[in-house]
């Protein structure tokens, strides 16, 4: 996927987890095209990734409506999938690194540190991230060699922003983002250094909260003033606000706090 593809992408990913683009409600095209200033090409091309991804749902035979997902929804998205990748961590850690393996996510590493040599992002940095961020993931879930945990992963990659892939960055404050992208490769870092020493409970940790990178940590970086997922509805808390505006959720009048025996995949929080 090219440069104007991946900004398309991301850019559409988070005017959804903004609630720019209302739940329920059709999204076309060419609308879209005009709005990001591009060809319908790119459009269409993240449209059918969007769908994979849970985002967009399918309206008959032709066009898309938005698909409607919670706080909640997202949480647990992106709770299961740090359980299983923690999990292919964990194993990888005990089994031990092959010589194939420990050069591919050696490589990673490297890339990611050439791509933010520079201090500043660039759409060809965002893209060069969003491929080696996949790779990365990939190389540790392939090694383990494990059906039943890839094919959980890819189940759980169909839910919203779950994916490794659905990377949301803000283009209007890219100084910021930098920074949550540089925080991500210190992390690849640590999970490679865990890996290699054997540390499979290290490894699993680590692991498990780098799932949460990429839609937890906004208000750290100031890129929001939620200190969860950053949709709409969580940077909103007045109800009348939420009422009256279109929201990607309605988790601001129900917040689920993950807690203890209170996470986002709790049935108490799967309302």
């Keep these: 996927m090219g440069q104007c593809s991946i900004r398309v992408l991301t850019s559409l990913r988070k005017a959804i987890l903004e ?7 059709r999204i076309a095209e060419i609308p879209v095209a005009g709005d990001l200033g591009v060809s319908r090409t790119p459009v269409r091309l993240a449209f059918r990734t969007l769908e994979q991804e849970g985002l967009l749902q399918r309206a008959g035979t032709r066009g898309f409506v938005v698909r409607r997902f919670s706080d909640a929804d997202i949480l647990c998205g992106l709770e299961v999938r740090g359980v299983l990748e ?6 990888l850690a005990e089994r031990g690194l092959t010589e194939a393996t420990r050069m591919q996510l050696d490589t990673c590493v490297e890339h990611g540190a050439e791509l933010l040599r520079p201090g500043t992002l660039t759409e060809a940095a ?4 969003s ?14 060699d494990s059906h039943a ?13 779950a994916s490794s892939d659905s990377i949301v960055i803000d283009n209007q404050a890219l100084p910021r983002e930098y920074e949550k992208l ?5 992390q690849h870092q640590l999970i490679v250094d865990a890996l290699v020493h054997g540390e ?8 498990r909260e780098h799932a949460y ?6 208000k750290l970086f100031g890129l929001d003033g939620s200190n969860k997922t950053g949709t709409a509805a969580m940077r909103n808390p007045d109800p009348a606000g939420l009422d009256a505006r279109p929201a990607a959720t309605a988790a601001g009048r129900k917040k689920a706090v993950a807690k203890p025996g209170n996470g986002p995949c709790s049935p108490r929080n799967r309302r």
């Design 19 to 25: 609630g720019r683009y209302p739940p329920g409600g």
């Design 86 to 91: 923690g999990l292919a961590a964990r194993r």
């Design 126 to 129: 965002v893209a060069g991230w």
């Design 131 to 144: 491929t080696l961020n996949a790779a990365f993931h990939n190389a540790i879930i392939t090694a383990t």
């Design 149 to 161: 945990i890839a094919d959980a992963i890819a189940r759980n990659n169909h839910l919203p922003f």
């Design 182 to 186: 540089r925080f991500a490769q210190l």
């Design 200 to 207: 499979g409970t290290r490894a699993e940790m680590l692991m």
């Design 213 to 218: 990178v990429g839609l937890r940590y906004g």
